[in-house]
């Protein structure tokens, strides 16, 4: 039984990195095709954590996942905030409950465990955090403004459908306050980023075009891609 | 304790908790009624000024459909007790005050009264010993406008509305004005009122960036006259 929370815990590890290895393949990327194959090389690091689900699926037969979801719903949640951005990056829209629950079925289409609405809800929550991260730092991109707006709108509506559901979910209250800062950090950075691009009477390509030439100028000889993944902090401004 | 005694605690303590939990299911539905009217205002910071309007109205219902609620709180609770049981629902109403006092700014541009606010609310006088609209539920409603009207300064000029955030500036200014004419006492809601000088400090920003790029037609501060 030990094993199976080890495992668990470990879960964790994987699925945190994926968030990083998102956010810096993001941020090399440009345009949706892009996103999209930043989303796929996510979902395949994802296939690990699938799999250690798998190897430990039957320690959680029936009761005995309710007996250990305390050890499982961190590392649980952690994958389904990989699993939601990865689903963002491509579709742009939030993953459904059945879709995260149809990435933990063996092929014969039954589930490992049942998912809980409450695992799920405070995953997808700490999307929004990782989605702050993603708008800021995509500023320095051609269309990043664009992109950073589009995000900010998808947050702002992830808040508000979220407050419903905040009294039947334990510990979703401070996630919500989470999600607020969050929000209201994007709101912040667009808002800079219109009232700025105010003072250019410049079409946004041309806008974009200027600041891609600058950015390419300095982020040749800095060798930031070999950094370490596992530094959040350099994913703010 | 003779048994007499400890059986008419007894009741009377189950008299109580009865209360309670009748009190407690009216408040839970009051705050679903009140979590739906948020999300629905809370569109406010992606409409464009032309609609907001018709979004406003279309909160109103669930906004009015919370008179029935308090009326039914009011018929369970005691006469002569509106203290004792205020603190159950005290943050939903809160948030109704808000969410009129919200509706109200962005339809007419003016501040709610609290006795408008009583009556959107259906308060009724003869209740009052029972369910009231205290002066500081409301206070602490207006405070939340507040802190909402400094987002939606800086979401107005995502948006390209740059009149917004001049309009918001002139109203909390006032607004901030009558709150300091006011003795506090040294409790939450002090601290509250504290905390809005940053939200004015904010909006004071947005208004300052636009019009120091001339984003707005005419000049919002009164020309100095320099001789």
């Known amino acids: 039984m030990v094993d199976s929370l080890l495992a668990a815990l470990l879960l964790h590890a994987p699925a945190k990195k994926t968030i990083f290895l998102l956010h810096r393949l993001a941020m090399e990327a440009q345009g949706a095709s892009a996103r999209a194959k930043a989303s796929k090389a996510g979902m395949e690091k994802l296939g690990q954590v699938q799999k250690m689900y798998a190897d430990i699926r039957h320690e959680l037969v029936d009761d005995q996942f309710w007996r250990y979801q305390q050890q499982v719903s961190p590392g649980l949640q952690e994958y389904i905030e990989a699993l939601s951005f990865a689903h963002f990056l491509e579709h742009g829209g939030l993953i459904t409950f059945e879709e995260v629950q149809r990435t933990l079925c063996g092929e014969d289409g039954v589930p490992y465990f049942p998912l809980t609405i409450s695992d799920y809800l405070l995953g997808v929550s700490d999307l929004t955090g990782e989605l702050m991260r993603f708008a800021i730092s995509g500023f320095s991109h051609p269309g990043g403004s664009k992109e950073a707006l589009d995000t900010c709108i998808f947050v702002r509506n992830c808040k508000a459908d979220f407050d419903m559901f905040t009294p039947h979910v334990r510990y979703l209250h401070k996630k919500q306050a989470v999600t607020a800062q969050s929000l209201a950090k994007i709101e912040d950075a667009v808002y800079t980023a219109v009232v700025r691009t105010s003072e250019f009477d410049l079409p946004p390509e041309m806008l974009d075009a200027l600041v891609n030439q600058v950015v390419s100028s300095y982020s040749g000889g800095s060798g930031r891609e070999n950094d370490d993944e596992d530094h959040p902090s350099e994913f703010y401004p | ?227």
């Open chain 2, 1 to 227: 304790m003779d048994p007499q005694s400890v059986e008419n605690l007894n009741q009377m303590l189950d008299h109580d908790s009865d209360i309670r939990e009748k009190i407690k299911e009216q408040v839970n539905d009051f705050e679903k009624k009140t979590r739906v009217i948020i999300a629905i205002l809370s569109k406010i910071h992606s409409t464009r000024s032309e609609s907001i309007p018709s979004l406003v109205d279309s909160a109103q219902p669930a906004l009015h459909s919370c008179r029935e609620t308090i009326a039914v709180i009011a018929s369970l609770v005691p006469p002569n007790q509106f203290w004792r049981w205020k603190d159950m629902y005290c943050n939903s109403l809160r948030t109704a005050v808000f969410a009129a006092a919200l509706s109200e700014y962005l339809t007419q541009g003016t501040l709610i009264s609290l006795q408008s606010t009583s009556d959107m609310l259906g308060m009724q006088e003869e209740w009052k010993d029972r369910v009231t609209l205290a002066a500081e539920d409301y206070l602490h409603g207006l405070i939340t406008l507040v802190n909402e009207l400094s987002r939606l300064a800086v979401n107005a000029v995502i948006l390209g509305d740059f009149e917004q955030p001049l309009k918001i500036s002139a109203f909390v200014k006032e607004l901030f004005s009558g709150f300091s004419m006011l003795n506090l006492k040294n409790d939450t809601l002090r601290r509250r009122f504290d905390s809005l000088k940053y939200d004015m400090k904010k909006i004071e920003e947005v208004v300052y960036d636009v019009s120091l790029r001339k984003l707005v037609s005419k000049d919002p501060a009164p020309k100095l006259n320099v001789n």
